[in-house]
């Protein structure tokens, strides 16, 4: 408790500027995961080599395979890590902070440590694991910029997984019904702001808890969304749940680059729609007069009442502008990645795309990254454990709920969320 | 949207109210207007649980009417007679009825007294019995997420309470041998300290560090699934052994709940024990100082801890409690349940179905035992549903979601059924000073 109040005082420039404040965060998870490694990649080492295959035979542009000896890698990295680590303890104890491209660093460092010791004694497909990474986390981002610009404007949104379950469902049977994917996409878009609209409605009109709202209506979504399916789609699934899916749209040129190509210029246009997206929202929440009224309105509603912006209107358009991106995100489930609707699909996305939120400060592009951390997370645990890895696919599967919980209890980073988050606003 | 703006909603005036009260107080007792306000959590927990019972019947009326709709939309019968509709109207109409009776009789045949075999009693009441077998977690759990609302704090983390004690109560009375009796007790004991623990993680952290719990009780849902899957397939720890599936061994007789009715139905000793866990939730918050405190703190924390509550300690020892509650239906799952041994799957999804239970239930413990039958019934019957009219069981978690979301909203039930605001229920919301104020202006 008393290390978040008095980073936040530092933040908010409440301080006297005299007060230097030291987090010691960095240095003690730096040292922490440094002690980590040393007892994986050096006391437990595998021996044998590990193969990184960076191309496929059929690519333009063939780049040799690297070869790492597990155990020299492992000590190289323990190593480099153990620099840093004192390294950031100098920089703390002079006063300054952490940069971030030295936790980024380490974080890397720590990656290849892992992974050149986990795969010991076998081939990594580089491009596969990443591009599989990408396909996980697609859903993750949308659902995390959803999250982000419903929680920023002040509602707090529990449904992601209900707006991601009932896009895929609506653009598995949509896109039947109309043979086209793109209409399937739409009505994905609708399927999430519909579930958004009860959300805002319950939560802005009749002022019910947004925890409890979110809560019930992922347990509507599924409940619907299982009845149909089993009433409905499997009764015949030709004319139900046989989507057209969307078709992988090569860039000419930029999918040649090797080992980045293949991974982000040959996707289908759901991922492009939301490579746009990502800069687009950011730039809209913190660069724009919506933005800044959205954010307004999450901060410090009374105030923004004041300056005459209207606070439930802004949370009801905003809170349905959230839900349309999330149900196109859901809308790759059946459209991009399956290519049918099965019960309760998203499989617990929707919370992945909330930790992302709050491990993302309710930054959207933080919380972009924090959704490729963890969908890259998910899909390693899915690689190691066809290479054989040592270490229980459920440990790699629990590590976002880990981190979150960390990140929310104070002790990796910092998370605030916006102020009036989850208030209801009352006007007096 | 804009009409709100004109007629104010009963909540709004409530409000109002609310901030003239302060006011009045603020000026009678000299202290300043801008001390901390109740944190909303706990006023809305406040609001939700104050309103009538009618407000629960009609709920649950609604619920059901949107759940007949659902099943008339996707009845083939109603589809096929749909295509003529215009030229012998009735037939669809009839069709509709067929539906809708169809399945709420078969609802209630499979939930409280199979008419059809009314012939041989034993046949005829299996159903009730059932009904109460269900209900047996759900009030067990349904009670654990009550508690910890009448503090302020949501428990979503039903789940990973469930299969943390499920995980623990399973490992003695699968693989730890011990005399009858004996055995039943120490399994018992030892999931509730598991779902304890798992609770009580969530109060400490709550406390220590101020991290929101709905947050943490989601993560650690998956947590505790990864590592309860884990568990079940690791040989030595919970897999059964000389098997490949995830699923543990069976429960050793000794430490099987044992039936209550004999052995042809399903009723066992973990009903009883759900009763005493009601009775004493009902003391503890009636009638004890710990339930005072909770009470207090859930009212108000600031008023609470200015009184000399430690609010972070109560934090604490209800998630403990509550953890312990919850664990007692993870432990009626393996001991009394699936006790030829117990998959990931167990909890099947009864810790998010206490949040309804414990909505429906208002939050107190015999409401939230009632609220368990009623959905116990409800889940009882699904089966007959689907076994019989062959709609799927996932109507009930439609029903139990919209019954929620309607109770949640008094006014949207006031509006459809185009009641007036209660009065009665008004002013008791309405402290008598800030009427006075009122008045005055």
């Known amino acids: 408790m008393s290390v978040v109040t008095t980073t936040r005082e530092a933040g908010s420039g409440l301080a006297p500027s005299a007060l230097i404040v030291r987090s010691w965060k960095a240095p003690i998870a730096f040292a922490i995961f440094s002690v980590l490694g040393a007892v994986l990649f050096i006391a437990l080492a595998r021996g044998g080599d590990t193969t990184y295959r960076l191309s496929n035979d059929t690519d333009a542009i063939v780049l040799p395979s690297i070869v790492l000896p597990a155990d020299a890698t492992g000590i190289a990295t323990v190593v480099l890590m153990a620099v840093i680590a004192v390294y950031a303890f100098v920089l703390v104890r002079g006063g300054s902070k952490v940069p971030l491209w030295l936790?980024?660093?380490?974080?890397?460092?720590?990656?290849?440590?892992?992974?050149?010791?986990?795969?010991?004694?076998?081939?990594?497909?580089?491009?596969?694991?990443?591009?599989?990474?990408?396909?996980?986390?697609t859903p993750l981002i949308f659902g995390s910029l959803g999250g982000v610009i419903s929680e920023r404007v002040g509602v707090v949104n529990i449904a992601i997984e209900g707006q991601l379950l009932a896009g895929a469902f609506v653009a598995a049977l949509v896109a039947t019904f109309t043979g086209s994917a793109i209409v399937g996409l739409l009505a994905a878009m609708l399927a999430g702001a519909l579930v958004s609209a009860v959300l805002a409605v319950f939560a802005i009109k009749y002022l019910v808890d947004q925890v409890i709202v979110g809560v019930v209506l992922n347990v509507l979504v599924v409940g619907l969304t299982s009845f149909l399916y089993s009433t409905v789609m499997t009764g015949d699934p030709d004319l139900f749940n046989k989507p057209e899916r969307f078709e992988r749209i090569a860039i000419p040129l930029l999918s040649d680059i090797p080992v980045l190509g293949p991974i982000l210029f040959n996707q289908t246009i759901i991922v492009y729609i939301m490579f746009a997206l990502v800069p687009t929202v950011w730039f809209a929440l913190f660069k724009t007069r919506w933005g800044l009224r959205l954010r307004s309105v999450g901060e410090h509603p009374k105030a923004a009442d004041t300056v005459g912006i209207n606070v439930r209107g802004t949370r009801f358009w905003n809170v349905l502008l959230a839900g349309l991106i999330v149900g196109g995100g859901g809308a790759f489930f059946t459209l991009a990645a399956i290519g049918s609707f099965t019960k309760e699909m998203t499989n617990g996305a929707g919370f992945i795309a909330l930790a992302a939120v709050i491990f993302g400060q309710w930054n959207p592009i933080r919380a972009t990254l924090a959704a490729l951390l963890f969908g890259?997370?998910?899909?390693?645990?899915?690689?190691?454990?066809?290479?054989?890895?040592?270490?229980?696919s459920e440990f790699m599967l629990m590590l976002p709920y880990l981190v979150t919980i960390f990140a929310v209890a104070g002790l990796v980073g910092f998370s605030r969320p916006p102020a009036a988050s989850g208030k209801p606003y009352i006007k007096s | 949207m804009s009409d709100d703006t004109k007629n104010p909603t009963p909540a709004e005036s409530t409000a109002t109210a609310k901030a003239v009260h302060e006011q009045v107080v603020a000026h009678e007792t000299g202290r300043d207007a801008s001390e901390p306000p109740v944190p909303r959590s706990n006023q809305i927990v406040k609001e939700i649980f104050g309103g009538s019972a009618a407000i629960s019947v009609l709920a649950v009326v609604l619920a059901l009417v949107f759940g007949g709709i659902l099943i008339v939309l996707t009845d083939e019968t109603v589809a096929q007679t749909s295509?003529?509709?215009?030229?012998?109207?009735?037939?669809?109409?009839?069709?509709?009825?067929?539906?809708?009776?169809?399945?709420?009789?078969?609802?209630?045949?499979?939930?409280?007294?199979?008419?059809?075999?009314?012939?041989?009693?034993?046949?005829?009441?299996?159903?009730l019995t059932e009904t109460l077998a269900n209900a047996t977690p759900l009030i067990a759990a349904g009670l654990g997420v009550a508690l910890a609302f009448?503090?302020?704090?949501?428990?979503?983390?039903?789940?990973?309470?469930?299969?943390?004690?499920?995980?623990?109560?399973?490992?003695?009375?699968a693989y730890i041998p011990m005399p009858p009796v004996i055995h039943l007790i120490v399994a018992l004991i030892i999931g509730l300290i598991g779902g304890a623990l798992w609770g009580g993680l969530v109060g400490l952290l709550k406390a220590r560090t101020g991290a929101h719990e709905v947050i943490v009780t989601i993560m650690l849902n998956y947590i505790a699934f990864y590592l309860v899957s884990f568990l079940l397939r690791t040989p030595g720890a919970l897999q059964a052994p000389g098997q490949n599936n995830p699923k543990s061994g069976p429960i050793l007789?000794?430490?099987?709940?044992?039936?209550?009715?004999?052995?042809?139905?399903?009723?066992?000793?973990?009903?009883i024990l759900v009763i005493v866990a009601t009775i004493y939730v009902w003391y503890l918050l009636n009638r004890s100082a710990l339930g005072f405190r909770f009470r207090a703190v859930g009212e108000n924390p600031n008023a609470a801890r200015v009184a000399g509550i430690k609010v972070e300690r109560v934090y604490v020892q209800v998630m403990l409690i509550a953890g312990a509650l919850v664990g007692l239906a993870g432990v009626y799952q393996v001991l009394g349940n699936f006790t030829g041994g117990f998959a990931s799957g167990l909890d099947a999804s009864i810790g998010f179905d206490a949040i309804t239970v414990a909505l429906l239930g208002r939050s107190k413990p015999w409401g939230v035992f009632f609220a368990g039958i009623l959905f116990g019934a409800l889940k009882a019957g699904s089966y007959t549903m689907q076994a019989s009219e062959g709609i799927p069981v996932d109507i009930v978690l439609v029903v139990q979601s919209f019954i929620v979301l309607f109770i949640a909203a008094p006014p949207l039930v006031r509006s459809i059924f185009r009641l007036p605001t209660p009065d009665p229920l008004f002013q008791w919301r309405t402290p008598k000073l800030a009427r006075k104020a009122e008045v005055n202006q």
């Open chain 1, 103 to 137: 936790t980024t660093l380490f974080a890397l460092l720590f990656l290849v440590g892992f992974l050149t010791w986990a795969a010991a004694g076998s081939t990594v497909p580089l491009v596969g694991l990443l591009a599989g990474a990408l396909t996980v986390s």
């Open chain 1, 376 to 392: 890259f997370a998910t899909n390693l645990q899915s690689t190691l454990s066809i290479v054989g890895s040592p270490v229980p």
């Open chain 2, 83 to 127: 295509a003529y509709f215009f030229s012998r109207p009735t037939d669809m109409l009839v069709a509709m009825w067929d539906a809708v009776a169809g399945a709420y009789s078969a609802l209630f045949r499979g939930s409280v007294f199979n008419y059809l075999r009314a012939d041989d009693l034993a046949v005829a009441i299996r159903p």
């Open chain 2, 150 to 173: 009448r503090v302020g704090l949501f428990n979503i983390g039903g789940r990973g309470q469930m299969l943390i004690a499920a995980a623990a109560a399973g490992y003695v009375g």
């Open chain 2, 253 to 271: 007789d000794t430490a099987q709940f044992p039936p209550l009715l004999g052995d042809q139905y399903n009723l066992n000793l973990g009903f």
